[in-house]
């Protein structure tokens, strides 16, 4: 397909964008807007500096037939630098799309994701849906109901009651989401590679390794330091410490007189604070700008959640049984 047509598709598709939708470059995740569409390029200023940038559409076309002679998948990595926001343009071309996990960006055969973070056109449409059987979800909305019903700068003037709540509600969160967090791990662990940092939005998370070692049998240790020339007495008991002492002394490996068992785990790399900060404030404004009945529906949402877990952990003492 000559790239004057997929130009003028993707010039299209920013026609059609709203004037709050907001694009994030995949490499150095800086976000920025679309305020000019021309023919032969493209002006975007960035969030964060206010800075406005003509990006070419020769350099479209270059990053096109990089795309096509690398069998339709090209490595971000090799990109010239300050050349971020091309792919991301380029990924509302509805056939390319961007792969961070992979770092490429690649053209496929049908409607591809992009890497537009938020358009303001579309978020009066957007149905809040609860999924299904995750636990996590109905306890966090219950605490966030709880954090805005309480002043919770200082915990010294809430009712004893209203802590009880507090607390229980962070218990659930935290096992919850701790049980969901091992999940994602389980799923996340197949798809990374060690030393190699994948990026979202919000952060970023990397495998590793994990060494673990415990002491093999007593009778097999200490014939091992008798064999190297450890008197029998000096560990009369198999003590940690002690075999770490002779093992400086010897010869004898770990592996000798321990059981070494090392396992991969993912671990968080970094937390971007701004980009969690900047997303929250968007929640807050957009239910601050939502229809009054949309909120009503919202609350009561979070109230008839409240009653089940209520109908469901509430009990009653003697006393008031017998009242």
């Known amino acids: 397909m000559p790239f004057s047509v997929s130009w003028h598709t993707l010039l299209d598709e920013l026609d059609d964008l709203s004037d709050g939708a907001e694009l994030i470059t995949p ?16 002006v975007v200023r960035f969030t964060e500096t206010g800075d406005t940038r003509p990006l070419q559409r020769d350099q479209f076309e270059t990053l096109y037939r990089r795309i096509q002679e690398a069998n339709n998948e090209f490595d971000l990595d090799r990109l010239p630098p300050d050349a971020d926001p091309y792919p991301a343009v380029l990924s509302l071309h509805p056939r390319f799309e961007i792969d961070e996990q992979r770092g490429t960006i690649t053209e496929q055969d049908g409607e591809t994701a992009t890497q537009l973070v938020s358009d303001d056109a579309e978020t009066d449409d957007t149905e809040r849906v609860e999924p299904d059987g995750l ?9 966030i109901d709880a954090l805005e019903r309480h002043h919770v700068s200082d915990l010294t003037e809430l009712e004893t009651n209203a802590l ?3 607390y229980t509600l962070c218990s659930d969160v935290q096992r919850n989401a701790n049980e969901f967090r091992q999940n994602i791990a389980d799923v996340l662990l197949d798809r990374l590679h ?8 919000y952060g970023s998370v990397q495998r590793t390794a994990r060494r673990n070692r415990s002491l093999k049998d007593d ?10 020339g450890i008197e029998r007495k000096r560990l009369t008991t198999v003590d940690a410490n002690k075999v770490d002492e002779a093992l400086d002394v010897t010869e004898l490996s770990e592996s000798d007189v321990y059981e070494i068992d090392e396992s ?16 929250l404030q968007g929640l807050k404004d957009r239910l601050a700008a939502s229809e ?24 009653s003492t003697g006393t008031q049984m017998q009242s």
């Open 27 to 42: 490499l150095s995740h800086d976000r920025f807007r679309i305020t000019d569409v021309q023919e032969h390029r493209v």
């Open 135 to 143: 636990d996590v979800y109905s306890d966090a909305l219950l605490l």
């Open 164 to 166: 009880v709540n507090l």
């Open 194 to 201: 060690h030393d190699q940092p994948v990026h979202g939005q």
């Open 219 to 228: 009778e097999l240790v200490l014939n091992a330091f008798e064999a190297a």
């Open 264 to 279: 991969e785990y993912v671990r968080k790399a970094e937390v971007d604070e701004e980009v969690k900060e900047s997303r």
């Open 292 to 315: 009054e009945a949309e909120t009503d529906d919202l609350r009561r949402e979070i109230e008839e959640l409240e009653d089940r877990i209520d109908d469901l952990t509430s009990f």
